[in-house]
């Protein structure tokens, strides 16, 4: 199997992930309704998805390296859909708690075998490239399930969105086992491998670093953007529009940062440029008395530079990480991106309480955006290490 076919294979199964994902925000309101409960549960119910991330990104590839990582990917398709499942078929409060446990660990586990996938593939050549393709599936799921889910709860109900999630889960399920072979992977390496120590560690742990930092930074917009934009005057409706609008822009400029990171050979370069525009905009967007067209143009900005640090950040784990140690130093990656989704809006809505206004969380994504350069600078040291030695 060539990488691209690979490469489009993880595409459309991860973009089931991020559809199941985001499918409790787009229905929040008939969830709601069915079970009387009120946002803060819904909140839970959205972070439990990432939750298990903290305790399975480590150990996943240890079992990925056990078991061979087409076979654990298929299992982690097989839990999400176990977990769509429950959530349309058992009726209570407790048991959508649950299939948001069990559904998050099978995401879990896709998310980070199927990124070791795309850069064991693409290792030799175009890897930014590759990556910032594979990272699009999520804001294209994302973006999908705010569309289709709603419409079609107001007018099959409830139960038809959430049979429609689980029917794409399947799809995605299917076309990952009959689109890939056990090939593609290679044997399943043995459990006995080089230990994860030294400069690869530090690369491990830095570039995890800027992933879950990079992430937090960018969850301000999609977290703390409406209601910023609704102390400003807007409706409910059109602030959540002008996000929205972010995130259909990032799926653009997200290919667009991997093409320049590989035609250019300049991908620290670009990765860093990307990088303070997202920071100074969105400073930017702290600013009080800006005008709504001011404002429209801030949004639409950080959508097009928001995109590009992706995929040069995904490709940056492969110059730190030899293969033999490649499974276990994305564990730790994971493990510091998961940390980063899950921390950073905790300690965003903190400082928005505090002061009073949402536009703190701005200026606190903005910091995180910038912690990533000196994490950048030091990465790159220890990539010229590895490959000088």
């Known amino acids: 199997m060539t990488g691209w076919r690979l490469l489009a294979v993880l595409f459309a199964a991860r973009a089931t992930m991020a559809f199941q994902f985001q499918a409790v925000a787009a229905l929040a309101p008939s969830l709601m309704e069915r079970h009387g409960v009120g946002l803060a549960e819904i909140g839970l119910l959205i972070g439990l998805y990432l939750s298990p991330g903290l305790v399975a990104a480590y150990p996943g590839g240890a079992i990925g390296r056990r078991f061979g990582e087409r076979r654990v990917v298929l299992a982690g398709l097989c839990l999400m859909l176990v977990g769509g499942l429950l959530t349309v078929l058992a009726p209570g409060w407790e048991a959508q708690l649950a299939g948001r446990v069990v559904a998050g660990t099978g995401g879990i586990l896709l998310n980070m075998l199927m990124t070791k996938l795309v850069t064991d593939a693409f290792a030799g050549g175009r890897l930014a490239t590759a990556m910032s393709i594979f990272v699009n599936s999520w804001p294209l799921g994302i973006g999908s399930a705010l569309l289709v889910l709603p419409p079609v709860a107001e007018g099959a109900g409830l139960d038809a969105a959430l049979w429609l999630v ?169 493990t510091l991106f998961y940390l980063g989704t899950m921390g950073a809006p905790l300690a965003a809505g903190w400082l928005s309480e505090v002061s009073g206004t949402s536009a703190a969380a701005f200026v606190f994504g903005a910091v995180l955006l910038l912690l990533c350069l000196p994490a950048l600078t030091m990465t790159a040291r220890i990539a010229r290490g590895l490959h000088s030695a």
Do not use: H
Not at 217 to 227: D, I, S, T
Not at 299 to 324: C, D, N, Q
């Open 166 to 334: 689980a029917a794409l889960l399947l799809l995605g399920l299917l076309i990952f086992a009959f689109g890939t072979r056990p090939a593609a992977e290679g044997a399943a390496q043995p459990l006995k491998a080089e230990r994860l120590r030294g400069a690869p560690l530090k690369g491990a742990v830095l570039t995890g670093a800027i992933w879950g930092l990079y992430n937090g930074g960018l969850a301000m917009v999609f977290g703390f953007g409406p209601a910023l934009l609704a102390e400003r005057g807007w409706g409910s409706v059109a602030a959540g529009q002008m996000t929205s609008a972010v995130l259909w822009l990032m799926t653009l400029s997200i290919p667009l940062g991997g093409v320049l990171a590989d035609r250019t050979g300049r991908r620290d370069a670009v990765l860093a440029a990307g990088l303070l525009g997202f920071a100074v905009f969105m400073a930017l967007g702290a600013a009080p008395g800006l005008p709504g067209a001011a404002l429209i143009g801030l949004f639409l900005i950080l959508g097009l530079f928001g995109g590009i640090p992706a995929g040069p950040i995904m490709s940056l784990p492969a110059g730190v990480l030899p293969p033999t140690v490649r499974a276990e130093g994305m564990g730790v990656f994971f």
